[in-house]
């Protein structure tokens, strides 16, 4: 035995690394970034404010000002703190880091986040994964059985859900919260793509925290998630979290972001509506099954035996996409696709058209 086998826990020696596929040249539709860049002048604006950045010396450890700045943003209320990571993977990672007891468990709904089971097992945490319901709902019973079965430390809810698009019944959700002895975290990924708001729940459940992200909304380059919830929360969580985990570049920018935060949203809205006349054009192709999308990115169900070779065919088109199938049951020949910009997207529908009118007609 090698002392690398030797040495290293099993479970990560059973794990493959997250896969990133290379994108060089392509038209990038795989990873529900915001394709709309900044306009000129807050280009040259930004760029002018990271010269004057004191790059010999340690960044804000605890981001006060950035926190600060989202929390007027997002609308936060004063009795809730922020704590920032490094994406929203590093807060999951804090999470299960804090939870990590001889035994502990971390429940999620699948399909849904991958890095909910991968950071469980990083951490070495159990991982029970309860599967949705056929047309991707949650299974209300099923997860309340498995609460009381495996009384996780925590839990996962994904609002909207990826990579399936949608919303769940909030009545469940709450009724899940209710049921839990443990911390549920409501995680708002893509919050920005729909008028659902969970900060509410803070409110009425002292075991609920709301976790976002950035990199959704057009800043995915400077890996900034956070999680907001009371202080008693927090503050363990900060226990752990690494000094200077969020870099004097991604502070500066995301405040200077801030700035244009109107500007963001206005780009987020416009990918509502780019998602609508997507989401028809997918609908117009033979045999093609469009799931309802509240997020930047919307799921579709191609022909039996089709996903694969559409996903292939379109990386030889230049275009990548996200290929499900294999991933898990409920996503047998399933196609995850970002939201682009309407040229992106009609260069898309385009290829896909001739794609499946070209294997109809073999």
Same mark, same amino acid.
């Given at each position: 035995m090698s002392r690398v086998k030797k040495l290293i826990r099993q479970e990560i020696l059973d794990l493959s690394a997250y896969p990133v596929p290379d994108a060089s040249g392509m038209l990038k539709l795989d990873a529900m970034e915001n394709p709309y860049s900044w306009?000129?002048?807050?280009k040259e604006a930004w760029a002018d404010l990271l010269t004057d950045?004191?790059?010999?010396?340690?960044?804000?450890?605890?981001?006060?000002?950035l926190r600060d700045g989202l929390k007027?943003?997002?609308?936060?209320?004063?009795?809730?703190?922020?704590?920032?990571?490094?994406?929203?993977?590093?807060?999951?990672?804090?999470?299960?880091?804090?939870?990590?007891?001889?035994?502990?468990?971390?429940?999620?709904?699948?399909?849904?986040?991958?890095?909910?089971?991968?950071?469980?097992?990083?951490?070495?945490l159990n991982y029970v994964g309860v599967p949705l319901t056929s047309d991707f709902q949650l299974d209300?019973?099923?997860?309340?059985?498995a609460i009381e079965t495996s009384q996780p430390e925590l839990i996962f809810l994904a609002q909207p859900n990826n990579p399936t698009g949608n919303l769940w019944d909030q009545a469940a959700i709450e009724n899940i919260i209710k049921a839990s002895e443990g911390l549920v975290v409501v995680d708002e990924a893509y919050t920005a793509f729909t008028d659902a708001d969970h900060l509410e729940l803070l409110d009425r459940y002292d075991n609920v925290?709301?976790?976002?992200?950035?990199?959704?909304? /057009?800043?995915?380059? =400077?890996?900034?998630? @956070?999680? +907001?919830?009371?202080?008693?929360?927090?503050?363990?969580?900060?226990? *752990?979290?690494?000094?200077?985990?969020?870099?004097?570049?991604?502070?500066?920018s995301t405040l200077f972001a801030l700035e244009y935060?109107?500007?963001?949203?206005?780009?987020?809205?416009?990918?509502?509506?780019?998602?609508?006349?997507?989401?028809?054009?997918?609908?117009?192709?033979?045999?093609?099954?469009?799931?309802?999308?509240?997020?930047?990115?919307v799921l579709i169900r191609t022909p039996d035996g089709m996903?694969?070779?559409?996903?292939?065919?379109l990386k030889?088109?230049?275009?990548?996409?996200?290929?499900?199938?294999? /991933?898990?049951?409920? =996503?047998?020949?399933? @196609?995850? +696709?970002?939201?682009?910009?309407?040229?992106?997207?009609?260069?898309? *529908?385009?290829?896909?058209?001739?794609?499946?009118?070209?294997?109809t007609v073999q």
């Open positions: 306009p000129a002048v807050a950045l004191p790059l010999n010396r340690y960044p804000d450890a605890s981001a006060q000002q007027e943003s997002m609308g936060v209320s004063d009795e809730y703190d922020i704590l920032l990571g490094n994406g929203s993977d590093e807060i999951i990672q804090l999470l299960a880091m804090a939870m990590a007891k001889p035994g502990a468990t971390i429940l999620a709904p699948e399909p849904g986040f991958v890095m909910y089971k991968m950071i469980a097992t990083f951490c070495g209300e019973k099923a997860m309340l059985a925290l709301v976790m976002r992200t950035l990199s959704k909304v /057009g800043l995915a380059g =400077l890996r900034l998630g @956070l999680i +907001i919830g009371r202080a008693e929360w927090l503050n363990e969580l900060d226990k *752990i979290r690494l000094p200077y985990n969020i870099n004097m570049l991604t502070q500066a935060y109107d500007m963001l949203m206005m780009q987020t809205e416009q990918l509502r509506v780019d998602r609508v006349v997507l989401m028809e054009d997918l609908a117009k192709l033979s045999g093609v099954t469009v799931y309802p999308s509240e997020a930047n990115f996903a694969r070779n559409w996903f292939e065919e030889e088109r230049g275009i990548l996409i996200k290929c499900l199938d294999g /991933g898990h049951p409920l =996503l047998e020949n399933c @196609l995850r +696709i970002t939201v682009g910009t309407t040229s992106q997207n009609e260069r898309l *529908i385009a290829a896909l058209s001739d794609i499946a009118h070209s294997g």
